[in-house]
Nanobody
Framework: VQLQASGGGLVQAGGSLRLSCAAS????????VNWFRQVPGKEREFVAA????????YYIDSVKGRFTISRDIAKNTVYLQMNSLKPEDTAVYYC?????????????WGRGTQVTVSS
């Protein structure tokens, strides 16, 4: 299974980006798809997640009301819609599929996609 994360870029503060996490080789069925972010020199930070089979979503407090995680079953893809972006959202964003929300071990990781928010 491969996860392909994409959609990052450079945006001004207040702008929006939509990240995608597409799976190939199998579906996300049975997995929780998590988004993390990491800034160089800092620990990885959980951002948002959802179970593929559920509409329940989970977010860190700092992104609630600004970020939305969703899925497209037909495309086997999970999205992270990021609105009202702030400079502190700048990081490399990763998607991961595993058996837990914000867990410590994941079965699959995608390559990161850089998000840069300018002030």
């Amino acid at each position: 299974v491969q996860l392909q994360a994409s959609g990052g870029g450079l945006v001004q503060a207040g702008g929006s980006l939509r990240l995608s996490c597409a799976a190939s080789g199998r579906t996300f069925s049975g997995y929780a798809v998590n988004w993390f972010r990491q800034v160089p020199g800092k620990e990885r930070e959980f951002v948002a997640a959802m179970w593929w089979s559920s509409t329940l979503t989970y977010y860190i407090d700092s992104v609630k009301g600004r970020f939305t995680i969703s899925r497209d079953i037909a495309k086997n893809t999970v999205y992270l819609q990021m609105n009202s972006l702030k400079p502190e959202d700048t990081a490399v964003y990763y998607c991961a599929a595993g058996r837990a929300i914000d867990g410590t071990s994941f079965d699959y990781w995608g390559r990161g996609t850089q998000v840069t928010v300018s002030s």
